[in-house]
């Protein structure tokens, strides 16, 4: 399973950090990428920011991008997402996902975190 932290209110140019762990035996022994997305209300969901787990690239969403950075912690099988200069429209509920490296899809979500920024 897949459980974030982290999320909660903030002012607009605040900063917030989301951790997620990726437990259970799914996990326990197969290298899996990691990944943040959002959803905010009325919105599809959207990709924000990514982290191989073999190369340890990072990919990110324009809006993203300069502001994220996603890091993991492969031994704890924990991804994090640090915001920056966070902005109203940034408000969604976050989901951690993940994959195995052999996957091209996301097949496995947390129960999102709610993130609000404030104006």
């Known amino acids: 399973q897949l459980v974030e932290s982290g999320g909660g209110l903030v002012q607009a140019g605040g900063s917030l950090r989301l951790s997620c762990v990726a437990s259970?035996?799914?996990?326990?022994?197969?290298?899996?990428?990691m990944g943040w997305f959002r959803q905010a209300p009325g919105r599809e969901r959207e990709f924000v920011a990514a982290?191989?787990?073999?190369?340890?690239?990072?990919s990110y969403s324009d809006s993203a991008e300069g502001r994220f950075t996603i890091s993991r912690d492969n031994a704890k099988n924990t991804v994090y997402l640090q915001m920056d200069s966070l902005k109203p429209e940034d408000t969604a509920v976050y989901y951690c996902?993940?994959?195995?490296?052999?996957?091209?899809?996301?097949?496995?979500w947390g129960q999102g975190t709610l993130v609000t920024v404030s104006s």
């Open positions: 982290v191989r787990r073999n190369s340890g690239r990072a």
């Open positions: 996902a993940a994959r195995y490296t052999y996957q091209s899809s996301y097949n496995y």
């Open positions: 259970g035996r799914a996990f326990s022994t197969s290298a899996i990428d």
